[in-house]
C-alpha cells in the first residue's frame, strides 16, 4: 500500500468564473464590489435549458473586470470562458450640467463598442446616494427625470435595461430593498446571458459534429470547442453535465478506433498513428495537463497522450462529484482499452513501453484515489481498487521477464539496453510527484534498476494483490495471482515456494471443475515435484497427465513413458512398491457375472468379467491384476436354510459412473449449461435476419464457485491421499494382462463354497512392476450370494379355478435344492376318499435347471393302493426342478352331515374339508388338503388345493289348492356350459303313501355360464302327508367342451316341513249399492271367506294354536284364532284393517269378514294384500292380560320367527312395538307377556284371489277447466 505521510496532492477547484464588465465610475464600482461580489451567489435561480434538458438551481458568481474593447469578443473567436457574458456601466450622476457634459457622451461611446462588436446583454446601473443630492440642490433634478431621460438616450425599448440603486451602502429599508431589487436583476440578466449564448454555442458545436464525414474535419478541433462548453458547466459547478460533455468525447473517439480497425479510417486518424515516443503514464494531480492539451490543440498529440488527457479531466470531475470509486472502475476499462486500440491503429512501440505506461498508470490511479480517501474507505472498497494492483502486478512481471530480472543468471546485454530504452522513454519525473518517495516512477525506476529490487516490488504487489482478493471472497483471481506467483518462483529456481501457490489454485480448479486450466497447472505441478524429488506425488500427476484427453498424443506417451521407466527401474520384489490411485490409470466400466446372476447356490461355478477403461495412450503390461473378496458368514441363513423370495436380490451386471480425469470428479460437478439461441431481426424487414447467438440461462449457476472439496478416493487431489491394500482380504489373481487403450475384458472365476455373502470389488489392484495402481473404495458396492437351499414341494393349478366334481390336472414342482434324488426315491401320498388321483401307471416328467433350461425329460412310475400312492422320482441333480402333471377329481359334498374323521398316514386327523363362498364369483370353495412324505424328510409334507363348485342351488315350496309342487333351482355359476341330464328328486326315507311325480319334459339340455335350469315336481300321497319331507335332487352332468366326458353326479339334499294346505283364502269386492261397477273416491266392500281345508295337526296343537273357546266346563269345542291383515297402496282401508278370526277346528270350516275399503285410482287394480298370521295367546292368566281387541287396535301385538318383509308388510299394526307398559309403581319395571304371530309357512295358506284385478271407473264429478288464450 502507498505510504499515508505521503503529501497529498491539492485537489482543483475551478477559479474561472463568468466575466463581467464594468464601465462608468470606477471609484464607485470598487465601493459596492464587496458586498456585491459576496450577495451575488447566495440566493439560486431556476435556469431552464433548451432540448427539453431538465430545469437546475444554480448559484451564479461573476468575475467583475474594468471593461476594456480588448476583452470583447473578435470574430471567430468560440472561446467561452474569456466571453463577457454581460456589460454594466456604472453611474452616480444626479446633476444635469454633467450629464449632458461628459456622462452621455462616455455612455453613448460605451454602448457604440458593444454594438460594434454584438454584444446586447448590458445594463446601465444609477446609483443614488444622500449625499451627493446635498452637495448638488441647485442644479439637481428629480431622480426620475433624469433615470427617464437615460431610458430616452439609451433604452428606448429596453426600459429594464436601466437599473436604480439607492444608497445601497446604508442599512435602511429603502435600501436593502433596492439592493435585493438589483441582484434579482443583475442575477436574470446574467442567467438570460448564458442561456442564450450557451445555446448558440451548443447549436454551432452541433453543426460541426455533423461536418464529421466531410473532408478536412479534424477531431482535435472539434475537442477544443466541446471542452469549451464543459469548461463552462464545471464554470457554473454542473460537474455531471461538464462530466457528459467528456464521456461524449471519449464515445465519439472510440467509434472512429472501431470503424478503423473495420477498415474505415478517418484521415484525422493518422495523426494518432504515429510511433509513441513516450510513455509517462497518467498524471492525475494537474487539474489540467495544460502540455497535453496545447499538444492536442496543435493536432501532434499521440494516441496515449490524448487518452490521458481525457481521463484526467475525467477523473477531476468524478472527484468533484464524489464518485472516487467509478474513477478506479473507469482507469481498468480506459488501460484494457488503450491496449486494444493500440493495436487496431497499429501504433508501434518499444516492446515493454505499453506494459510501462500500464503500470505508472495504475499506480496513479490508486495513489490518487488514497489522495481523496481516508483508510476507512479504502478498506472497505478493496472490491474497486483490487483490479488495478492486479493488473499493475502483470504488467511488472512481463516487465521483469523482458528485462530478464527473473531468471537465475541475471539480465543479458540485450535486457540491459532493452531496460536502458524503456527507462529512456519515462522522460522526467514530474514536479507534482518529484518529493514524493514512493511515486510511481521511482518504484518502476526502482524495480527496473536490479533483480532484488524487482523481487521485492513484484513480490510487495502480488501478495497485497492476494490478500485483497481473498478478503473479498474472490479465490478464483487469488489463485491466479498465487499461480502467476508460483511460476516466478519456478523461474528463479524455487519449487519448494511454488508448490503451494500451485496446490491451491489446483485444488480450486478441480473443485469447480475448470478443465484446461487444470490441465496447464497439473504440467507445473509435474514439473515443480520431479524437481522436489516428490516421486509418489510425481507419479500420480504423470498417470493424471497420461489420461489427460486435453494433452497431445506426444504429451500423454511421455508421462506414460516416465511411470514405465520407474516401474523397470528396480526388480528387487521386496522393494516397496509405490501406490497410486488406478482412477488416473484405467477406469471400472462394468461387471458381470457368469452365469447372469449374483445369488448362486453354494458350489457353483461362478465368474466375473470385469470391463476396465484404460486411459493410458499406449498398451500397458500388468503383471497382475488382483480383485479383494469378503466374505460375511455371519449372514448366512440359519441352519443352513434359505428360502428362494426371501433372498436379497442382487444384480448380475452392474455398471460403474464414469468420470473425467482432467476434470473435477462426478460427484461434485456442477450444473449442466443451459443454452438457448437468440436472434435479431432488422425492425425494416423481420424476415431479415441481423444477428444470431447463444446464451446461458443459468449463469448464475454455472459460474458459481463451489466451496466442497472432492472425495479423497479421486485422483483430482493435489496432493494424494496415501493408499493402502486390505491384508486381511482375499485376493483374486489375474497375471500377465496387457490393458490396450480403450476398454479391456478380464475374467476372474470368484469363489462360491461357503455360505454367505460375498462383496466383490472392495479394493481393486493393478501392479507395473515397483507401481500398483489400487481402487480402495468402489461404488455401488458389488455382493453376490452363496446360499444352500432345502428341497421344497409345490403342487399348482393348470388353470385358474379348480373345479370340485371334474377332473383336473395339477402341475407338482419339486425344487430338489441341494438334495439329490436318487434312483429309487418316491413321494407317498395319502389317499383321501374326496380327492382321488386318477393317473395312469406313468407320466412324463421334465428336468430343469438353476437357469430355467431344460435339461432331460423321463418317465414317472405311479403305484396306487387303499391308503397311499406312491410316485417314483428319476435321478435328479441339487439345485434342478422336476416338473410333472396329476389328474384329480374332487368329489362334490351333498349333504351337510360331517363324516368321522379319517386320519392321514401320517399319524395326523384330516378334517372335512371346509368350504366357503368366493367373494368374485360366487362359487363355493373347498379347501383340500393332502400329505406327501418326502424321502429328505422324516416329516410329512402338507399340500393344500382348493376347489370350486361350479353350480348353486336352492329349492321353493309351491302351492294350487290343495295340490303341492316342489321347485328346484339349479345355476351355473362357473365361466364353463354343461350339459345336464338324468335330473331327479327322491324322499329320502322313501315313504310308501308318498309320491313325486316329474314335470320335467327335456332328458339332457345346455346349462350354459350364469345361467340356472329349474326342475319342478308333483307332489301327491295317498294317506297323511308326513310333516317333514328329507328330498334328495341328483342330476349327472358333463363338460361341454370336451367332446367325450363322462357325466359326473350332482347331489342336493334339502328338508321340507309342514308341506300340508292349512287354510284357503277368498276375497271379493263389491261396489257400492246401486252401482255395477266401483268408483275412485266411493267405498266399495271386501268380503273376504277364510277356509279350513284339513284339521288341526299335533304340531299346530303344540304350538298353542287351540284353545278352548269358552272358559266353562260344558264347553268342549275347540277352535284356532288367526289374525288377518289387509293392506294395499290403491286402497284405503276404513275401520279396522286386521282382526281376530276363531276358527274351528273342523275341516272345511269356514268365516267370512267384510271390510269397507276405497280405491284411490281408476282402472283396472290389483286385489288389496290379505295376509293371515297365527295368533298365539300368551302364557300367562288371562286374568293380568289386556284386552286382545285393545291389543290389536293398538297394534301391541309381536311377531315371531316373521322374515324381514313381512314385518315390513305389517308396520301398519306393529309400529309402536311389541312391548307395553301398564300400570304404575313397581309394575312399570316389568315387560307383561304379550299375545304373539307367527306367519304361516309356505303353501300352507293358499289365497285364491292373489293377481286378481277389479275394475275401477272414475268419479262422475264435473270440474271447470278454464283456459286463456293470449
Not at 460437478?669 to 423481420?686: F, K, N, T, V
Given at each position: 500500500m502507498m505510504e499515508p505521510q505521503e503529501e497529498k496532492p491539492i485537489i482543483y477547484t475551478m477559479e474561472n468564473k463568468p466575466i463581467v464588465t464594468c464601465a462608468g465610475d470606477q471609484a464607485l464600482f470598487s465601493s459596492l464590489y464587496t458586498p456585491l461580489a459576496q450577495q451575488l451567489p447566495r440566493e439560486p435561480m431556476e435556469w431552464k435549458r433548451s432540448y427539453g434538458r431538465a430545469p437546475k438551481m444554480i448559484h451564479l458568481e461573476a468575475n467583475f473586470v474594468q471593461f476594456k474593447e480588448e476583452l470583447l469578443p473578435k470574430e471567430g473567436n468560440k472561446a467561452l470562458l474569456t466571453f463577457p457574458f454581460l456589460h454594466i456601466y456604472w453611474t452616480d450622476c444626479c446633476d444635469t450640467e454633467v450629464y449632458k457634459a461628459s456622462v452621455r457622451d462616455n455612455m453613448m461611446r460605451w454602448q457604440g463598442n458593444l454594438r460594434l462588436h454584438g454584444s446586447a446583454d448590458w445594463v446601465i446601473v444609477v446609483v443614488e446616494t444622500s449625499d451627493a443630492k446635498k452637495k448638488n440642490k441647485t442644479n439637481i433634478l428629480p431622480r426620475s427625470s433624469l433615470v427617464d431621460k437615460i431610458r430616452n438616450d439609451f433604452c428606448n425599448k429596453q426600459n429594464d435595461r436601466c437599473v436604480v440603486l439607492s444608497d445601497p451602502l446604508k442599512n435602511s429599508s429603502r435600501s436593502q430593498e433596492s439592493w435585493s431589487a438589483f441582484l434579482l436583476k443583475l442575477r436574470t440578466l446574467l442567467l438570460m446571458s448564458f442561456t442564450q449564448n450557451l445555446g448558440r454555442f451548443d447549436e454551432d458545436m452541433r453543426t460541426l459534429r455533423e461536418k464529421r464525414n466531410q473532408p478536412g474535419w479534424s477531431f482535435c478541433d472539434y475537442f477544443m470547442v466541446q471542452e469549451e462548453l464543459a469548461f463552462v458547466f464545471e464554470m457554473l459547478q454542473q460537474f455531471e453535465d461538464a462530466l457528459l460533455q467528456y464521456d461524449e468525447l471519449d464515445a465519439l473517439f472510440t467509434q472512429y478506433v472501431l470503424n478503423f480497425g473495420a477498415g474505415d479510417g478517418a484521415n484525422w486518424l493518422g495523426s494518432f498513428c504515429s510511433p509513441v515516443k513516450s510513455w509517462t503514464g497518467l498524471l492525475l494531480r494537474r487539474p489540467i495537463d495544460m502540455e497535453k492539451r496545447d499538444g492536442i490543440q496543435r493536432g501532434q498529440a499521440s494516441l496515449l497522450e490524448l487518452r490521458s488527457y481525457l481521463f484526467c479531466r475525467q477523473c477531476t470531475l468524478l472527484i468533484f462529484l464524489q464518485r472516487p470509486w467509478e474513477v478506479t472502475q473507469r482507469a481498468l476499462e480506459l488501460l484494457h482499452n488503450c491496449v486494444q486500440e493500440l493495436c487496431l491503429l497499429e501504433v508501434s512501440m518499444l516492446e515493454g513501453a505499453l506494459d510501462c505506461w500500464v503500470f505508472l498508470s495504475c499506480l496513479e490511479v490508486l495513489h490518487r484515489i488514497e489522495g481523496c480517501c481516508d483508510q476507512a474507505q479504502l478498506e472497505a472498497n478493496v472490491s474497486h481498487t483490487v483490479g488495478l494492483w492486479a493488473y499493475a502486478t502483470d504488467k511488472l512481471k512481463s516487465l521483469g521477464y523482458m528485462c530478464g530480472l527473473v531468471s537465475e543468471k541475471g539480465p543479458l546485454s540485450l535486457e540491459l539496453n532493452r531496460t536502458v530504452?524503456?527507462?529512456?522513454?519515462?522522460?522526467?519525473?514530474?514536479?507534482?510527484?518529484?518529493?514524493?518517495?514512493?511515486?510511481?516512477?521511482?518504484?518502476?525506476?526502482?524495480?527496473?534498476?536490479?533483480?532484488?529490487?524487482?523481487?521485492?516490488?513484484?513480490?510487495?504487489?502480488?501478495?497485497?494483490?492476494?490478500?485483497?482478493?481473498?478478503?473479498?471472497?474472490?479465490?478464483?483471481?487469488?489463485?491466479?495471482?498465487?499461480?502467476?506467483?508460483?511460476?516466478?518462483?519456478?523461474?528463479?529456481?524455487?519449487?519448494?515456494?511454488?508448490?503451494?501457490?500451485?496446490q491451491n489454485a489446483l485444488g480450486s480448479y478441480v473443485s469447480e471443475g475448470w478443465s484446461l486450466p487444470v490441465t496447464h497447472t497439473r504440467k507445473q505441478m509435474a514439473e515443480c515435484q520431479k524437481l522436489l524429488g516428490k516421486t509418489e506425488n510425481y507419479l500420480q500427476t504423470s498417470a493424471l497427465l497420461a489420461g489427460d484427453a486435453n494433452l497431445t498424443n506426444e504429451e500423454r506417451i511421455h508421462f506414460c513413458q516416465e511411470i514405465l521407466t520407474f516401474a523397470d527401474q528396480s526388480t528387487d520384489s521386496k522393494a516397496q512398491k509405490v501406490a497410486l490411485s488406478m482412477s488416473s490409470f484405467a477406469q471400472l466400466k462394468q461387471l458381470q457375472f457368469r452365469p447372469a446372476t449374483a445369488t448362486v447356490h453354494s458350489?457353483?461355478?461362478?465368474?466375473?468379467?470385469?470391463?476396465?477403461?484404460?486411459?493410458?495412450?499406449?498398451?500397458?503390461?500388468?503383471?497382475?491384476?488382483?480383485?479383494?473378496?469378503?466374505?460375511?458368514?455371519?449372514?448366512g441363513e440359519t441352519n443352513g436354510k434359505t428360502r428362494g423370495p426371501q433372498r436379497r436380490p442382487y444384480p448380475g451386471t452392474v455398471l460403474f459412473r464414469l468420470g473425467n480425469s482432467s476434470?473435477?470428479?462426478?460427484?461434485?460437478?456442477?450444473?449442466?449449461?443451459?443454452?438457448?439461441?437468440?436472434?435479431?431481426?432488422?425492425?425494416?424487414?423481420?424476415?431479415?435476419?441481423?444477428?444470431?447467438?447463444?446464451?446461458?440461462?443459468?449463469?448464475?449457476?454455472?459460474?458459481?464457485?463451489?466451496?466442497?472439496?472432492?472425495?479423497?478416493?479421486?485422483?483430482?487431489?493435489?496432493?494424494?491421499?496415501?493408499?493402502?491394500?486390505?491384508?486381511?482380504a482375499k485376493m483374486l489373481m489375474s497375471g500377465d494382462v496387457t490393458l490396450l487403450p480403450g476398454n479391456n475384458s478380464i475374467v476372474f472365476s470368484v469363489p462360491s463354497q461357503e455360505l454367505g455373502t460375498y462383496t466383490l470389488l472392495r479394493q481393486l489392484c493393478a501392479t507395473v512392476g515397483q507401481v500398483q495402481f489400487v481402487l480402495p473404495h468402489i461404488s455401488p458396492l458389488v455382493q453376490y450370494e452363496v446360499y444352500s437351499q432345502e428341497p421344497q414341494l409345490t403342487v399348482e393349478p393348470l388353470t385358474d379355478q379348480l373345479l370340485a366334481g371334474l377332473p383336473q390336472r395339477a402341475k407338482v414342482r419339486l425344487q430338489t435344492g441341494h438334495y439329490t434324488v436318487k434312483k429309487g426315491d418316491a413321494l407317498q401320498l395319502t389317499n383321501i376318499d374326496s380327492i382321488p388321483i386318477l393317473t395312469s401307471s406313468s407320466c412324463p416328467a421334465t428336468i430343469f435347471n438353476s437357469t430355467a433350461e431344460r435339461v432331460d425329460e423321463s418317465v414317472l412310475f405311479i403305484q396306487s393302493s387303499d391308503k397311499v400312492t406312491s410316485i417314483s422320482l428319476p435321478p435328479t441333480p441339487p439345485y434342478h426342478t422336476l416338473e410333472f402333471q396329476l389328474e384329480v377329481l374332487c368329489v362334490i359334498p351333498s349333504d351337510p352331515v360331517r363324516p368321522e374323521n379319517q386320519r392321514l398316514t401320517n399319524g395326523e386327523i384330516h378334517h372335512r374339508p371346509r368350504s366357503y363362498s368366493h367373494p368374485d364369483n360366487h362359487m363355493t370353495a373347498i379347501n383340500q388338503r393332502m400329505s406327501v412324505d418326502c424321502p429328505w424328510s422324516i416329516y410329512s409334507t402338507p399340500i393344500s388345493l382348493t376347489f370350486y363348485i361350479p353350480f348353486k342351488a336352492k329349492h321353493s315350496l309351491l302351492s294350487a289348492g290343495n295340490r303341492n309342487y316342489i321347485q328346484v333351482c339349479l345355476q351355473n355359476v362357473s365361466d364353463v356350459n354343461f350339459h345336464l341330464m338324468d335330473q331327479r328328486l327322491t324322499e329320502k326315507h322313501h315313504e310308501s303313501s308318498l309320491e313325486l311325480q316329474s314335470l320335467n319334459t327335456k332328458a339332457q339340455q345346455l346349462v350354459c355360464s350364469k345361467q340356472s335350469v329349474y326342475c319342478v315336481w308333483d307332489v301327491r300321497w295317498k294317506e297323511n302327508m308326513p310333516v317333514c319331507l328329507q328330498c334328495v335332487f341328483s342330476a349327472s352332468f358333463s363338460s361341454a367342451s370336451e367332446e367325450v366326458s363322462a357325466f359326473k353326479p350332482y347331489h342336493y339334499e334339502f328338508q321340507l316341513e309342514r308341506v300340508t294346505t292349512l287354510y284357503s283364502v277368498r276375497a271379493e269386492i263389491m261396489p257400492a249399492a246401486g252401482q255395477q261397477n266401483c268408483h275412485s273416491g266411493s267405498l266399495c266392500g271386501l268380503e273376504m271367506s277364510i277356509t279350513r281345508l284339513a284339521e288341526p295337526d299335533d304340531d299346530e296343537e303344540d304350538d298353542g294354536g287351540t284353545e278352548e273357546k269358552g272358559q266353562t266346563e260344558t264347553e268342549e269345542v275347540c277352535s284356532t284364532k288367526l289374525m288377518y291383515e289387509v293392506a294395499g297402496s290403491s286402497w284405503v282401508v276404513y275401520g279396522r284393517s286386521s282382526g281376530l278370526v276363531s276358527m274351528p277346528a273342523d275341516a272345511n270350516a269356514n268365516h267370512r269378514v267384510q271390510v269397507e275399503l276405497m280405491p284411490l285410482f281408476a282402472g283396472h287394480l290389483p286385489f288389496p294384500d290379505i295376509k293371515v298370521f297365527k295368533y298365539l295367546p300368551p302364557s300367562a292368566n288371562s286374568a293380568s292380560q289386556p284386552d286382545t281387541d285393545s291389543c290389536v287396535e293398538n297394534g301391541m301385538l309381536s311377531l315371531i320367527d316373521r322374515p324381514l318383509d313381512d314385518q315390513g308388510d305389517t308396520a301398519s299394526f306393529c309400529s309402536q312395538g311389541s312391548v307395553h307398559s301398564v300400570g304404575s309403581g313397581e309394575q312399570q319395571s316389568r315387560v307383561l307377556p304379550m299375545p304373539r304371530l307367527e306367519p304361516f309357512s309356505p303353501g300352507q295358506v293358499f289365497n285364491h284371489s292373489q293377481g286378481c284385478q277389479v275394475l275401477v271407473l272414475p268419479s262422475t264429478d264435473d270440474c271447470v277447466l278454464e283456459i286463456n288464450a293470449t
Open positions: 530504452d524503456l527507462l529512456a522513454g519515462l522522460g522526467d519525473e514530474k514536479a507534482e510527484t518529484v518529493h514524493s518517495l514512493q511515486s510511481p516512477y521511482k518504484k518502476l525506476k526502482e524495480a527496473l534498476s536490479s533483480v532484488e529490487a524487482f523481487e521485492r516490488h513484484y513480490l510487495e504487489l502480488s501478495h497485497a494483490a492476494v490478500e485483497m482478493y481473498t478478503a473479498i471472497g474472490r479465490m478464483r483471481s487469488a489463485r491466479l495471482v498465487g499461480k502467476s506467483l508460483a511460476e516466478f518462483y519456478m523461474r528463479k529456481g524455487d519449487p519448494e515456494q511454488a508448490e503451494s501457490f500451485l458350489g457353483t461355478a461362478l465368474q466375473v468379467e470385469l470391463c476396465l477403461r484404460s486411459l493410458m495412450p499406449v498398451a500397458v503390461p500388468l503383471e497382475q491384476l488382483a480383485v479383494s473378496v469378503h466374505v460375511n458368514l455371519e449372514q476434470a473435477m470428479p462426478p460427484s461434485a460437478a456442477g450444473p449442466s449449461l443451459e443454452l438457448e439461441e437468440i436472434q435479431h431481426r432488422s425492425p425494416s424487414d423481420p424476415r431479415t435476419l441481423n444477428s444470431t447467438g447463444m446464451v446461458c440461462k443459468n449463469t448464475h449457476l454455472v459460474m458459481r464457485r463451489h466451496d466442497s472439496s472432492p472425495s479423497p478416493d479421486t485422483p483430482n487431489l493435489v496432493s494424494p491421499v496415501p493408499v493402502v491394500m486390505d491384508d486381511g
